[in-house]
């Protein structure tokens, strides 16, 4: 990399990283109280409607965010023009959705979804008028703008889940703390950002970004059902507590995998746009971001996989621990999943936003044949066969990359499985040698250290040139 890409990079990943580590903080303090609070049965009432809110505000952002960011010149009427489309598409969906909310309660056979989903629908209609300056924020790496507004959202807005929940408002709580939350982000984006939507609307910038933006909407949409498809299954099939109980598994795994890929995500798509066209330069590029990426996310997920047995308990009580198995095969996958970020921010850099809604799109249909012919053979082996699909589908992502930039399978196995290889072994060995505590407190704190000291010894000892320039960064930073 040149030293102003360079710089610029690792000024990302660290605000990116920094931004990340105190959101997942404050979600897990939040999430503790609420967990504390409610019941498995109020989280699944939630996570039932989920994924139609997050289709909802996918169509509204229409993947305008990283047609921008690929754009070479952006002027005022490009960034009006996508803040008019997705407030005019948010209010049309949010009038939809109201009037469709019955349908939904009847689908999952529970009444008291209807006044429900017409309240949590509230906030992607609210997100419609931050997707503009979300953008801009997004083009100009803006990162360290984006991550105040971010812990400032979580802030307010879990004390006021937290605060509704102990009054016993119960799932209410957890609808209006996601609102809130977006409400504040958006105000803080507003803030932050040098861009003021005018009321001279014209839509034609529009048609000249929907060539590529409209498969990033498809694509995600698909990504969107493919990641919630036991969700829906499970809401419909079994009962809200079950549902509930993958709720709270696919919250901490999230909390876990999005450390990781919040810091990708948040830089790798301007960065690769910006490395232009040489393909050495590229895949030198790709190559340190994916060594970067592999490094943080095997031990970080497997290690999470490995304290779950003492974290549920001592975290959010007894009553949670039906989602520790369920929990743990999602961890084991979720160390691919800031990798596959990557590889899909190098295809979308490229122009190539085609294939990534292709390739979305098949693993999203295969996810839900399969998981619709596994629903009655019970929820583990629906996890398990959700991970091995999704973790082998990096081999689909790879070869398109490969098609790009001619980043070979051995290289990128040369980048990947030490780590991954390193990560297990510490965690086999962290595990017998823990193995003799029976204090939960104390085991949970053994494994931490032991694994982490193992870990960063061994990178030290390998003379890893990853974990030595981030630990030459992070002292600069101090300094």
């Given at each position: 990399m040149?030293?102003?890409?360079?710089?610029?990079?690792?000024?990302?990943l660290f605000?990116?990283?920094?931004?990340?580590g105190i959101?997942?903080?404050?979600?897990?303090?939040?999430?503790?109280?609420?967990a504390?609070?409610?019941?498995?049965?109020?989280y699944?009432m939630?996570?039932m409607?989920?994924?139609?809110?997050?289709?909802?505000?996918?169509l509204?952002?229409?993947?305008?965010?990283?047609?921008?960011?690929n754009?070479k010149?952006?002027?005022?009427?490009?960034?009006?023009?996508v803040?008019?489309?997705?407030?005019l598409?948010g209010c049309t969906l949010y009038?939809?959705?109201f009037?469709?909310?019955?349908?939904?309660?009847?689908?999952?056979?529970?009444?008291e979804?209807t006044?429900?989903?017409?309240y949590?629908?509230l906030?992607?209609?609210?997100?419609?008028f931050?997707?503009a300056?979300n953008?801009?924020?997004f083009r100009?790496?803006m990162?360290?703008?984006k991550?105040?507004?971010?812990?400032v959202a979580?802030?307010v807005?879990?004390c006021?889940?937290?605060?509704?929940?102990?009054?016993?408002f119960?799932?209410?709580?957890?609808?209006?703390q996601?609102?809130?939350?977006i409400a504040?982000i958006n105000l803080?984006?507003?803030y932050?950002?040098?861009w003021?939507?005018?009321?001279?609307?014209?839509?034609?910038?529009?048609?000249s970004m929907?060539?590529?933006?409209?498969?990033?909407?498809?694509?995600?949409?698909?990504?969107?059902?493919?990641?919630?498809?036991?969700?829906i299954?499970?809401?419909?099939?079994y009962?809200?507590?079950?549902?509930?109980?993958?709720?709270?598994?696919?919250?901490?795994?999230?909390?876990g995998?999005?450390?990781?890929?919040g810091?990708?995500?948040?830089?790798?798509?301007p960065?690769?746009v910006?490395?232009?066209?040489?393909?050495?330069?590229l895949?030198?590029?790709?190559r340190?971001?994916?060594?970067?990426?592999?490094?943080?996310?095997f031990?970080?997920?497997w290690?999470?996989?490995?304290?779950?047995?003492e974290?549920i308990p001592?975290?959010i009580?007894?009553?949670w621990?039906?989602c520790?198995?369920?929990?743990?095969?999602?961890?084991?996958?979720g160390?691919?999943?800031p990798?596959?970020?990557?590889y899909?921010?190098m295809?979308?850099?490229?122009?190539?936003?085609?294939?990534?809604?292709?390739?979305?799109?098949?693993?999203g249909?295969?996810?839900?044949?399969?998981?619709?012919?596994l629903?009655?053979?019970?929820m583990?082996?629906?996890?398990?066969?959700?991970?091995i699909l999704?973790?082998?589908?990096?081999?689909?992502?790879?070869y398109?990359?490969?098609?790009e930039?001619?980043?070979?399978l051995?290289?990128a196995?040369?980048?990947?499985?030490?780590f991954?290889?390193?990560?297990a072994?510490?965690?086999?060995?962290t595990?017998?040698?823990?193995?003799?505590?029976?204090?939960?407190?104390l085991?949970?704190?053994?494994?931490?250290v032991?694994?982490a000291?193992?870990y960063?010894g061994?990178?030290?000892?390998?003379?890893?040139?990853?974990?030595?320039?981030?630990?030459q960064?992070?002292f600069k930073?101090?300094?």
């Amino acid at each position: 990399m040149g030293d102003g890409l360079k710089e610029k990079t690792a000024k990302g990943l660290f605000w990116g990283g920094l931004s990340n580590g105190i959101q997942q903080l404050l979600n897990l303090i939040f999430g503790i109280f609420l967990a504390r609070l409610l019941t498995p049965a109020d989280y699944g009432m939630v996570g039932m409607l989920a994924i139609f809110s997050l289709i909802a505000a996918t169509l509204q952002e229409s993947g305008f965010t990283a047609a921008l960011a690929n754009k070479k010149e952006v002027s005022h009427r490009d960034y009006n023009a996508v803040f008019w489309f997705s407030v005019l598409t948010g209010c049309t969906l949010y009038l939809l959705l109201f009037f469709a909310s019955p349908l939904i309660a009847s689908f999952y056979e529970i009444p008291e979804l209807t006044p429900l989903a017409r309240y949590s629908f509230l906030g992607f209609l609210i997100s419609s008028f931050g997707v503009a300056q979300n953008a801009y924020l997004f083009r100009n790496l803006m990162v360290k703008q984006k991550s105040i507004s971010l812990i400032v959202a979580l802030l307010v807005s879990g004390c006021v889940g937290v605060t509704m929940a102990y009054f016993g408002f119960a799932y209410w709580g957890i609808a209006t703390q996601s609102i809130v939350y977006i409400a504040t982000i958006n105000l803080c984006y507003l803030y932050f950002s040098h861009w003021r939507p005018t009321f001279n609307i014209d839509f034609s910038p529009i048609r000249s970004m929907f060539v590529f933006s409209s498969k990033l909407l498809l694509t995600n949409i698909f990504k969107h059902l493919n990641d919630h498809i036991l969700t829906i299954i499970l809401g419909k099939y079994y009962s809200d507590k079950d549902a509930g109980y993958f709720s709270q598994a696919h919250k901490w795994n999230y909390m876990g995998h999005s450390l990781i890929s919040g810091m990708v995500n948040g830089v790798a798509q301007p960065v690769l746009v910006s490395t232009g066209d040489e393909r050495e330069r590229l895949q030198r590029v790709f190559r340190k971001m994916l060594r970067f990426t592999a490094f943080i996310a095997f031990p970080a997920m497997w290690g999470l996989a490995l304290i779950v047995p003492e974290l549920i308990p001592i975290a959010i009580t007894d009553k949670w621990l039906p989602c520790v198995p369920i929990l743990q095969i999602l961890c084991i996958g979720g160390a691919f999943i800031p990798i596959i970020t990557l590889y899909t921010n190098m295809i979308i850099s490229r122009g190539r936003s085609d294939i990534y809604m292709f390739g979305t799109i098949a693993i999203g249909l295969i996810q839900m044949l399969v998981m619709w012919l596994l629903h009655p053979y019970g929820m583990q082996r629906m996890v398990v066969v959700y991970v091995i699909l999704n973790s082998c589908w990096l081999l689909v992502w790879h070869y398109f990359v490969w098609r790009e930039i001619k980043l070979s399978l051995l290289s990128a196995l040369k980048d990947l499985l030490p780590f991954a290889a390193i990560s297990a072994m510490v965690l086999f060995a962290t595990y017998h040698l823990t193995a003799f505590i029976a204090n939960a407190y104390l085991l949970m704190l053994s494994k931490i250290v032991v694994a982490a000291l193992l870990y960063m010894g061994i990178m030290w000892l390998s003379g890893a040139k990853i974990f030595k320039e981030s630990i030459q960064f992070l002292f600069k930073r101090k300094v």
